[in-house]
């Protein structure tokens, strides 16, 4: 079990990692015995004569091999842990090697090895695994939003950026990173303040590693700054190896993540590559099938929940079951988008009448004691029920499952060349901005949320945000 270590010296909120990855080893080792237990029962049951012996010494050894592979895979690393994709791509990556291995020295040793205990063990072990690493993740996840296993940070640069990256940290806490201050240029005397967005102003740019000493910081956050340029960068790297503190650099283009980026040598030096994002072609029509496919699938499965919305709606309040609006999708095109009324008839007419109830960012209207929704839209909005209709865009090519969010035409004439972006793909039933807080995120974070789709789009980040959006319709926040 995961305990919350919580000293005041670097070493001791440090104590938790080795910890957690003993956790997972342990973890790790229990789910491959259990696999290869089930794996040898389904196949030979209590039997244990002629070939199934060799495959008994396999269900044996395989606990071994599995932790050899995990470890070569470098899904130990506390690096790959804690956030992102890394380490459950790690983990599969190891599983399909060691499948690949097991069934090679099988055949070239020419050994009695039961294909269905390697076909049952090895898929059930890389589940098992899967689904134990996961939630250890979310059990962290859930403590560091509560404010156990955080990393002390101080963030460098200019006060835009430093503002910026502040107000990101403490929005995604289960990241772990506490802000407990920052570093300016020219430190407090800038305007003979000692605070700067709600953080003590710790010190100048170039005071960073005294500020690392004495506060024992556990993590420096540098942004893009002309005082840090690369001979800066780099001393500051040599100088923090003498503590304790490691070191994150944003680069200037933060929206460029992912598959897109990469580092290559040029002419000796280490330079990053960005890609084209790669929106048309195969990867378009790939998207579009799986699209298709997963709506149809939908639509059948929920025909029965179809049925008993539009009966509430009708049955509730007087006007049509569907209610449709103009959106903008891909390459700035209209189109009439579907979902199940959640107000009263004719109501988007009242919205200039309801303007002073605004909750919204400044370019939407959304109110969260909204008169204009019925009993029964109240229900729907909070569980996004009332977007299922939308499946039909998605069939009909207007939509696809997951995208940006789709724009009025009256939005559109105040964006700028960023929001631009947008238009290079379809916009999407749900998205980067359903599972980042939807109705509550500024119009700033729209926007780069946006962005960072159209630019990092892939199938697996698509899976991914599919995921993720059942959490937030269950939880249902940002939902009014």
Known sequence: MIRRLRGEGTSARRAWRSAY????????????????????????????????????????????????????????????????PDEFRRVFDSAVLLFALVAAVAWGLDLAISRGFVVVAIPLATLLTLLHRYGRRQRLHRARTDGAFQQTTVVVGHRGAVASLHAQLERAAYHGYRVIGCCLPGGRDVDGSADFDGLPVLGAIDEVVDVVRRYEVDTVAVMPCPELDGPGLRRLGWELEMTEAELLLAPAVTEFVGPRVGIRPVCGLPLLHVERPELRGVRRLGKAAVDGGLAALALILTAPLFLGIALAVTTSSRGPVFFRQVRVGRDGQTFSMLKFRSMVHRADRMTDVLTAANDGNGVLY??????????????????????????LNVLRGDMSLVGPRPPLPSETERYGADMR?????KPGITGLWQISGRSDLSWDDSVRIDVRYVENWSLSFDLMILWKTIGAVVRGRGAY
Do not use: N
């Open 21 to 84: 990855v003993r956790d997972i080893v342990l973890g790790d080792a229990v789910c491959v015995v259990l696999a290869s237990v089930i794996g040898y029962f389904v196949r030979f049951g209590t039997y244990v004569e002629g070939g199934a012996r060799h495959s008994l010494w396999a269900a044996m050894l395989l606990p071994v091999l599995w932790l050899a592979a995990m470890h070569l895979g470098r899904t130990y690393e506390q690096r790959f842990l804690w956030v992102g």
């Open 366 to 391: 959304k109110s969260k004691a909204d008169p204009r929704v019925t009993r029964v839209g109240r229900v729907l909005r909070r569980y996004s029920l009332d977007e299922l209709p939308q499946l």
């Open 421 to 425: 972006r947008r238009f290079l793909v």
